[in-house]
């Protein structure tokens, strides 16, 4: 059986942001560029509206919605592959097992934030403080979560208190209030 890389045998680094840093920067640049040219005029809007708001820092709320088909995960390849050429953090997550796979690196939102399955309203998500998860939380610049609106809106609440939880303990300026009352 092989040998994992030495960069994984290695007990002080966070395999997480590892794993989401070692994409090969040139391939990306590459899908970026030849998706970046296939963009439609509204596909562009979202584009430019996403970059702009985490070069900006701006730390944004996007909803797209739309109908199949119409191209939503190829902006989200296209945005992934965009920010993985610059080395930056990108989370794709689905609500569904199918979606996930649809995303480059995607994983089920309920497993990469520890989201309980029996959610009530002061529900938090299973992020534990001094833990990888939440190292790798603080060097994202992007979370995806695709098929929203096949998810309970607890769902989003939850991650959402905890990511406040979260940054207000490593850095209490950065901490804000809840999105809460998600209707």
Known sequence: ????????????????IIEETSYDKD?????HDANYSKLNVEQMK?????????EHDKGRLFFVHDSGG????????????????????VLPVASSGIASTLLPGGR????????????YQNSTAGIKHGTNIVELLH?????????????????FECVDQSLCD???????????????GIH
Request: aromatic residues 10%; charged residues 25%; hydrophobic residues 40%.
């Open 46 to 54: 979202v584009y430019q509206s996403v970059i702009n708001s985490i």
């Open 70 to 89: 119409c191209g939503k995960t190829f902006i989200w390849k296209t945005i992934c592959c965009r920010l993985r050429s610059e080395i930056k953090i």
């Open 27 to 31: 391939e990306m640049k590459k899908l």
């Open 108 to 119: 089920m939102a309920h497993s990469r934030f520890h989201i309980p399955l029996k959610l």
């Open 1 to 16: 059986m092989p040998f994992p890389p030495d960069v994984f045998r290695c007990t002080d680094l966070n395999r997480f």
């Open 166 to 180: 979260i940054m207000s303990y490593v850095n209490p300026a950065r901490a804000k209030k809840p999105i809460g």
């Open 139 to 155: 060097h994202t610049s992007l979370i995806i979560w695709d098929e929203s609106s096949m998810q309970h809106r607890r769902a």
